[in-house]
């Protein structure tokens, strides 16, 4: 199946943008009348008619809509340090939209080796794996934020920051985080520093391991996102 994704449709007709028309009229070489289906990164999702085959202005006439498409009964925010190599941290990005995540925040830790993102290419990577993997829901990408202003700034119940230090603390997958809300902090290269630990948990932090093995910033991403999915399968 064929994702075009459409923001913000409403009414009967829409047009693909120039990259997306294109696509569906000069690479698939789909005619007037063809069918195919849209999303619009919100959970809709449509079939829809070609009524004018125009490879930059392809317009379309929808004859189906499925609201919700895809919903479920809990989110997934991950905060996350960029990666010194922006290829790993833009990897990460692809598999957890793949797996299932609502919302990701960039943040800015002591240990932080990367301070600067480029949040155009980033979102396209989100746009494009999202219609890879057949879903209707784009993740809510954040800007770049400070890790004092994430943890003192937030009101979700059921928060946890992952870290690699020999204190005590449970597994991930042991918490009660089935069908919850969830936001999950994880550091950079360096890992969090002890301060910002600290500071975590007097906001209301859990603090949890991700398993025994040292894990890469966006593999730890990952397995936090597997995890969570996992629990709520």
């Known amino acids: 199946m064929q994702l075009f994704y459409v923001p913000n449709i409403s009414g009967a007709e829409v047009t693909l943008n120039e990259t997306e028309s294109k696509h569906a009229i000069r690479v698939l070489r789909l005619p007037i009348g063809a069918s195919i289906h849209l999303i619009d990164g919100t959970g809709g999702f449509y079939k829809a008619k070609i009524a004018d085959a125009n490879p930059k202005k392809c317009k379309l006439e929808i004859v189906d809509s499925q609201p919700d498409f895809g919903r479920k009964n809990f989110k997934l925010h991950i905060a996350i340090a960029p990666t010194k190599n922006i290829d790993r941290f833009e990897w990460f990005l692809e598999k957890v939209t793949e797996i299932g995540i609502d919302e990701i925040t960039p943040i800015l830790s002591s240990h932080s080796e990367r301070k600067k993102i480029n949040p155009e ?15 209707a829901y784009l993740p809510k990408l954040n800007e770049l934020t400070t890790f004092k202003e994430l ?30 809300d969830v936001l ?20 209301g932090f859990d603090v949890v391991s991700l398993g025994t093995a040292r894990l890469r910033t966006e593999t730890a991403g990952i397995v936090a996102c597997h995890i969570v999915n996992l629990a709520n399968e």
């Open 121 to 135: 290419r980033l979102e396209k990577i989100l746009v494009s794996a999202m219609k890879q993997s057949l879903k």
């Open 151 to 180: 943890v003192t700034n937030n009101k979700i119940k059921h928060k946890y920051i992952a870290y690699c230090d020999d204190i005590e603390k449970s597994h991930l997958k042991d918490k009660e985080i089935k069908g919850k």
């Open 184 to 203: 999950i902090l994880i550091g950079p290269e360096g890992d969090f520093s002890p301060e910002e630990i600290q500071l975590a948990i007097k906001n």
